[in-house]
């Protein structure tokens, strides 16, 4: 069974920067997509960033390129999202999830229709 524990969420200041962590067990596909959405109060949940494997693809919403970074620790099987120049936009819970190969018709990476295994989240709080 896939488990998602999420760190590293917290409170900053705009500007300021944050690295969360998903540490993810019990791998039980070969292929897939293991990525960060966030949702804010009253906000639908949004597809923040993945990665895929084996591939090493990436994708990024139009709204963090540039800021946030994914990286992998395989060894670990841990997956990292630092997120620089933080906005009070960006303040949200975040959640780690997977999404298995192949990904549904008409959909992309970054939609969470494809993500059936989830983290409780980490939040984050960016202030002005």
């Known amino acids: 069974q896939v488990q998602l524990v999420e760190s590293g969420g917290g409170s900053v200041q705009v500007g300021g920067s944050l690295r969360l962590s998903c540490s993810a067990s019990?791998?039980?596909?070969?292929?897939?997509?293991l990525g960060w959405f966030r949702q804010a109060p009253g906000k639908e949940r949004e597809g923040v960033a993945t990665i895929s494997t084996p591939a090493g693809l990436t994708y990024y919403a139009d709204s963090v390129k540039g800021r946030f970074t994914l990286s992998q620790d395989h060894a670990k099987s841990t997956l990292h999202l630092q997120m620089n120049s933080l906005k009070p936009e960006d303040s949200a819970m975040y959640y780690c999830?997977?999404?298995?190969?192949?990904?549904?018709?008409?959909?992309?990476?970054?939609?969470?229709?494809?993500?059936?295994?989830w983290g409780q989240g980490t939040q984050v709080t960016v202030s002005s």
């Open positions: 019990t791998y039980t596909y070969s292929r897939y997509y």
């Open positions: 999830a997977l999404a298995p190969l192949p990904l549904a018709a008409m959909t992309g990476p970054l939609s969470s229709r494809n993500y059936i295994h």
